[in-house]
């Protein structure tokens, strides 16, 4: 039996299906999750005629992602699928003649470099490597391309006089001992030494070859020079680097001999190199370093000839991310504002900053988050495009601004359903009458006049921010009959720096003030059953959800995910400590511990009224779960209706599985549910 259908048949089967079809529709639904697909990683050709983007899907069987590759013209929008997609084939990446394409994929024991020839289908694994490969970028010439993999180093130890033991005896797994300061990383766990170091590889096949030595990672993706001898990458190279956690310099690097050249000198992360087509220019972003909990990326411009630096768009109050080059006059990037993230062009000799598009995201499969990515060439800019109706399209944009949509991947699942609909609101805090912006997203079915439960859903960071995005946790939860209320408070970034640093060693202080004029702005505005409120978040969210029962009881019931509660014991087991005790306080614990107090909500925990259940991963090294059963602990001892969900093999990305999207949604639903003032009919799955 053939593997596939010819077009005109499936074309057909696709039609008669249609037709078919009920007009009815109905909410969204938890086993939809794994209906969705989302385009990501687009990699336009370097004639800007064709896009290959990475499409994703969650798989119900394996219960992850899966991934695979296809090809869309630009023109005419027609697709068709590169690879299987039947496991994580992804990092697309041009020959410099188009001829060719570079990707990983799995071989089923390791994540290897595989080249495509675009004119024959052809297909031939390149690496036999033990680490995945990351950051694939092709030579000026096609002879090479270069990636970065982690390079094992030797373990710490201290015994050497150890005894073996005896043949066949059974002793306990030898100790191991840890002397590094990054010793584990949230979602990766107890890290095993190594150092990400750069490869090359020739695009033709053979052994890849290693570049850089010593104890230091280098950031991919290497950034190649015209001549194909050496590239741009940025790197920490000091002594003591994993104190210095935003620290990096850009750097060239001869791919034949290793030998390092610094490129820039300040305090501060330097990083994101793109190389002009002619060799002259360097565009990146970075700071000068102030130690504030939060500080945009300025777009710059390095002179390799004289060694001088220029910032583009110095008056731009948002963070500059991913510079790519139009040519060599202009200057493709990112930023977001209010929620969204714009891709914007600039001359590179200077100028006014233009909007190609507003819409970039879509990716976050989750909460609200931006996400998204793009790529620049032949003039187009292709791009994930976000709806709050969708996951994420591919759409390409001119350098005019002349937009559209390539690709349609979820109708055949969203337009037979009902989400629910969100408007942007904005109101003022009371603490200081600064405007607060959020979305208000309305049930299914939403009749004016009626009185529904509202949610506030808080999100993490907390130096991060909600927008205008699909949603499929924020849609489950509307889909049972709530109003739900998500929104940006003060610390939150996309609204300048002054913005986020109203929290500078100040969180939470504030933010709670804006979120709770949210909620009344909420009630005032539409049907809100005040006697059923709820409230929720996770990370940075978990932190304002446990400080808010410990300010109010005005919610019925509340759902703590992943938080921080003690902020002294936080900063001290955390994976990222050297960052929070330096950006996030004035001084470490020892020194100040009033103040670590006076922000932990342990601090308030005595005068929590609200039923309060709390979510982590059994495996997150980010906020630990310790920090959660402190606050489960004492609300125990305090006889306050309480629970712990553990989500086992989780992480701080306790949504990373779809299952585990589900289990958080659905057992929060049911907190909700049975602390309702009254009886709220629940959903048929």
Same mark, same amino acid.
């Given at each position: 039996?053939?593997?596939?259908?010819?077009?005109?048949?499936?074309?057909?089967?696709?039609?008669?299906?249609?037709?078919?079809?009920?007009?009815?529709?109905?909410?969204?639904?938890?086993?939809?999750?794994?209906?969705?697909?989302?385009?990501?990683?687009?990699?336009?050709?370097?004639?800007?005629?064709?896009?290959?983007?990475?499409?994703?899907?969650?798989?119900?069987?394996?219960?992850?992602?899966?991934?695979?590759?296809?090809?869309?013209?630009?023109?005419?929008?027609?697709?068709?699928?590169?690879?299987?997609?039947?496991?994580?084939?992804?990092?697309?990446?041009?020959?410099?003649?188009?001829?060719?394409?570079?990707?990983?994929?799995?071989?089923?024991?390791?994540?290897?470099?595989?080249?495509?020839?675009?004119?024959?289908?052809?297909?031939?694994?390149?690496?036999?490597?033990?680490?995945?490969?990351?950051?694939?970028?092709?030579?000026?010439?096609?002879?090479?391309?270069?990636?970065?993999?982690?390079?094992?180093?030797?373990?710490?130890?201290?015994?050497?006089?150890?005894?073996?033991?005896?043949?066949?005896?059974?002793?306990?797994?030898?100790?191991?001992?840890?002397?590094?300061?990054?010793?584990?990383?949230?979602?990766?766990?107890?890290?095993?030494?190594?150092?990400?170091?750069?490869?090359?590889?020739?695009?033709?096949?053979?052994?890849?070859?290693?570049?850089?030595?010593?104890?230091?990672?280098?950031?991919?993706?290497?950034?190649?020079?015209? /001549?194909?001898? #050496?590239?741009? *990458? &940025?790197?920490?190279?000091? @002594?003591?680097?994993?104190?210095?956690? %935003?620290? $990096?310099? =850009?750097?060239?690097?001869?791919?034949?001999?290793?030998?390092?050249?610094?490129?820039?000198?300040?305090?501060?992360?330097?990083?994101?190199?793109?190389?002009?087509?002619?060799?002259?220019?360097?565009?990146?972003?970075?700071?000068?370093?102030?130690?504030?909990?939060?500080?945009?990326?300025?777009?710059?411009?390095?002179?390799?000839?004289?060694?001088?630096?220029?910032?583009?768009?110095?008056?731009?109050?948002?963070?500059?991310?991913?510079?790519?080059?139009?040519?060599?006059?202009?200057?493709?990037?990112?930023?977001? /504002?209010?929620? #969204?993230?714009? *891709? &914007?062009?600039?001359?590179? @000799?200077?100028?006014?900053?233009?909007? %190609?598009? $507003?819409? =970039?995201?879509?990716?976050?499969?989750?909460?609200?988050?931006?996400?998204?990515?793009?790529?620049?060439?032949?003039?187009?800019?292709?791009?994930?495009?976000?709806?709050?109706?969708?996951?994420?399209?591919?759409?390409?944009?001119?350098?005019?601004?002349?937009?559209?949509?390539?690709?349609?991947?979820?109708?055949?699942?969203?337009?037979?359903?009902?989400?629910?609909?969100?408007?942007?609101?904005?109101?003022?805090?009371?603490?200081?009458?600064?405007?607060?912006?959020?979305?208000?997203?309305?049930?299914?079915?939403?009749?004016?006049?009626?009185?529904?439960?509202?949610?506030?859903?808080?999100?993490?960071?907390?130096?991060?921010?909600?927008?205008?995005?699909?949603?499929?946790?924020?849609?489950?939860?509307?889909?049972?009959?709530?109003?739900?209320?998500?929104?940006?408070?003060?610390?939150?970034?996309?609204?300048?720096?002054?913005?986020?640093?109203?929290?500078?060693?100040?969180?939470?202080?504030?933010?709670?003030?804006?979120?709770?004029?949210?909620?009344?702005?909420?009630?005032?505005?539409?049907?809100?059953?005040?006697?059923?409120?709820?409230?929720?978040?996770?990370?940075?969210?978990?932190?304002?959800?446990?400080?808010?029962?410990?300010?109010?009881?005005?919610?019925?019931?509340?759902?703590?995910?992943?938080?921080?509660?003690?902020?002294?014991?936080?900063?001290?087991?955390?994976?990222?400590?050297?960052?929070?005790?330096?950006?996030?306080?004035?001084?470490?614990?020892?020194?100040?511990?009033?103040?670590?107090?006076?922000?932990?909500?342990?601090?308030?925990?005595?005068?929590?009224?609200?039923?309060?259940?709390?979510?982590?991963?059994?495996?997150?090294?980010?906020?630990?779960?310790?920090?959660?059963?402190?606050?489960?602990?004492?609300?125990?001892?305090?006889?306050?209706?309480?629970?712990?969900?553990?989500?086992?093999?989780?992480?701080?990305?306790?949504?990373?599985?779809?299952?585990?999207?589900?289990?958080?949604?659905?057992?929060?639903?049911?907190?909700?549910?049975?602390?309702?003032?009254?009886?709220?009919?629940?959903?048929?799955?």
């Amino acid at each position: 039996m053939p593997r596939t259908l010819p077009l005109a048949l499936f074309a057909l089967l696709i039609g008669v299906a249609g037709t078919a079809a009920t007009a009815e529709t109905s909410p969204f639904k938890p086993m939809d999750l794994f209906g969705l697909q989302w385009a990501d990683a687009p990699a336009v050709s370097p004639d800007g005629r064709s896009v290959v983007y990475s499409r994703r899907a969650f798989d119900v069987r394996t219960d992850g992602s899966r991934s695979g590759l296809w090809l869309v013209d630009t023109a005419s929008g027609a697709s068709r699928p590169l690879t299987e997609g039947t496991g994580n084939e992804g990092q697309a990446a041009w020959s410099p003649d188009g001829r060719r394409l570079a990707y990983v994929a799995s071989d089923g024991s390791a994540q290897q470099i595989h080249v495509r020839y675009m004119d024959t289908g052809a297909t031939v694994r390149l690496t036999q490597l033990t680490a995945g490969p990351e950051g694939l970028s092709w030579s000026p010439d096609g002879r090479w391309i270069a990636f970065s993999a982690r390079v094992p180093a030797k373990p710490a130890s201290l015994a050497t006089d150890m005894p073996t033991p005896p043949e066949g005896a059974t002793w306990a797994a030898p100790v191991k001992v840890i002397d590094k300061v990054l010793y584990r990383a949230d979602g990766a766990g107890y890290l095993a030494p190594g150092y990400a170091h750069l490869f090359v590889v020739s695009s033709e096949g053979g052994a890849a070859r290693q570049v850089t030595q010593g104890d230091h990672d280098f950031n991919a993706p290497a950034a190649w020079l015209p /001549d194909s001898r #050496s590239v741009i *990458v &940025a790197a920490n190279l000091d @002594a003591d680097a994993d104190y210095q956690p %935003l620290e $990096t310099e =850009l750097y060239r690097i001869d791919i034949e001999t290793g030998t390092t050249l610094r490129l820039t000198q300040r305090i501060g992360p330097d990083r994101a190199p793109a190389v002009s087509p002619d060799g002259r220019h360097v565009a990146y972003v970075g700071f000068d370093d102030r130690k504030l909990g939060y500080q945009n990326s300025q777009l710059s411009v390095l002179d390799l000839a004289s060694g001088t630096s220029r910032v583009l768009g110095a008056t731009l109050d948002r963070s500059a991310e991913a510079p790519e080059w139009d040519g060599n006059d202009a200057i493709v990037f990112e930023y977001e /504002d209010r929620g #969204s993230t714009t *891709v &914007a062009r600039v001359a590179a @000799a200077g100028g006014a900053i233009r909007t %190609l598009a $507003t819409d =970039l995201g879509g990716t976050a499969m989750g909460r609200p988050y931006a996400g998204g990515a793009k790529s620049v060439r032949g003039g187009q800019v292709a791009y994930t495009a976000t709806a709050t109706d969708r996951p994420a399209e591919l759409a390409v944009v001119d350098r005019k601004g002349k937009r559209r949509v390539l690709t349609d991947l979820n109708d055949n699942v969203l337009a037979h359903r009902t989400l629910g609909r969100v408007e942007e609101l904005q109101w003022k805090s009371s603490a200081d009458g600064r405007a607060i912006q959020g979305w208000l997203v309305y049930p299914p079915g939403h009749e004016p006049g009626r009185k529904y439960p509202l949610l506030l859903e808080i999100h993490g960071g907390p130096f991060a921010a909600y927008g205008p995005h699909f949603a499929p946790e924020i849609q489950l939860y509307a889909a049972r009959g709530w109003l739900v209320l998500y929104t940006n408070p003060r610390g939150s970034t996309s609204y300048g720096e002054d913005f986020a640093n109203q929290i500078h060693h100040n969180y939470p202080s504030q933010d709670y003030d804006d979120l709770m004029s949210g909620v009344d702005a909420v009630i005032a505005k539409t049907g809100v059953d005040d006697t059923n409120l709820y409230v929720t978040g996770g990370s940075g969210g978990g932190v304002l959800t446990a400080w808010i029962v410990g300010h109010t009881d005005r919610f019925r019931a509340a759902v703590v995910a992943k938080p921080v509660i003690n902020w002294y014991s936080f900063v001290l087991t955390s994976d990222a400590y050297p960052f929070f005790t330096d950006y996030w306080f004035a001084a470490p614990p020892w020194e100040k511990p009033d103040e670590y107090l006076r922000r932990s909500p342990i601090s308030y925990v005595g005068k929590v009224k609200t039923p309060t259940m709390l979510i982590t991963g059994e495996n997150d090294y980010r906020t630990p779960i310790s920090e959660a059963e402190q606050f489960y602990q004492a609300l125990k001892l305090r006889r306050i209706d309480t629970a712990l969900v553990r989500i086992p093999g989780a992480s701080h990305s306790i949504n990373a599985r779809p299952s585990q999207l589900l289990a958080q949604v659905l057992n929060s639903a049911a907190w909700f549910e049975k602390h309702a003032a009254k009886p709220v009919a629940t959903p048929t799955p």
